[in-house]
């Protein structure tokens, strides 16, 4: 395999019979109608993972274990979804719900929002009631993707600060403008305020002004 990111690359061997028998992507790969089923060593790309993820991926498939850690376990269950993993899935969703915080529920939600991991978010959601303020004022709350914002905002029955939660939705608005290089310093509060709704979208409907202190 050839472990590509955007300034290097890695050569990483692997036996294709282990790969078959650990996943029938890799069957279909090696053993089905796709380019890579010739005879003999090829080289298979792959663009999307990182070679020390990959490598994690390849204990799992040898040596039945992985290692893990954060910064590769998001990475590793989106491999455990391509390759067809259910066992390495459920292991990754074991060591994401030991790891989750206060400062990091929503964004792992954020995070594995693309995959079906009901049982995760379960526990997100458990760390996120319990001090629903402190998860907002997570300096991550900033790097969550627009559905989990409408999500967090919109869910019911959790004992809140509305105040914190304006603030919150504000940072991430800021943030999210900033980053499409719409923000001018020298712009008008009122259109910047303008913006900044507009970039809230539906999810500024769950900021409930009304029970705010004054």
Not at 85 to 99: A, D, G, N, Q, R
Not at 132 to 142: E, S
Not at 170 to 176: D, P, S
């Given at each position: 395999f050839l472990i590509t990111d955007n300034l290097d690359s890695k050569e990483i061997?692997?036996?294709?019979?282990?790969?078959?028998?650990?996943?029938?992507?890799?069957?279909?790969?090696?053993?089905?109608?796709?380019?890579?089923?010739?005879?003999?060593?090829?080289?298979?790309?792959?663009?999307?993972?990182?070679?020390?993820?990959?490598?994690?991926?390849?204990?799992?498939?040898?040596?039945?274990?992985?290692?893990?850690n954060e910064s590769i376990v998001f990475e590793l269950l989106y491999c455990s979804k391509k390759y067809?993993?259910?066992?390495?899935?459920?292991?990754?969703?074991?060591?994401?719900?030991?790891?989750?915080?206060?400062h990091n529920a929503i964004l792992f939600m954020s995070k594995t929002r693309v995959y079906d991991?009901?049982?995760?978010?379960?526990?997100?959601?458990n760390v996120i009631s319990s001090n629903?303020?402190?998860?907002?004022?997570?300096?991550?709350?900033?790097?969550?993707?627009?559905?989990t914002l409408h999500n967090v905002l919109s869910r019911e029955k959790l004992k809140r600060s509305e105040a914190v939660v304006f603030d919150a939705a504000?940072?991430?608005?800021?943030?999210?403008l900033n980053a499409k290089g719409e923000i001018d310093e020298e712009e008008d509060a009122a259109i910047l305020g303008s913006k900044k709704r507009e970039a809230l979208g539906t999810s500024f409907n769950y900021i409930y002004f009304e029970k705010m202190s004054a």
């Open positions: 061997p692997a036996h294709k019979f282990i790969l078959c028998i650990g996943s029938p992507v890799f069957e279909t790969m090696f053993h089905g109608s796709c380019k890579e089923s010739v005879v003999g060593m090829v080289h298979i790309e792959v663009p999307d993972v990182e070679p020390d993820t990959f490598e994690a991926l390849l204990a799992h498939l040898y040596l039945d274990k992985v290692s893990f067809m993993l259910p066992f390495l899935t459920k292991e990754c969703i074991i060591y994401l719900c030991s790891i989750v915080k206060s991991c009901p049982e995760f978010w379960d526990t997100c959601w629903p303020d402190l998860c907002y004022q997570a300096d991550t709350f900033i790097n969550i993707d627009f559905a504000l940072k991430w608005a800021t943030h999210r």
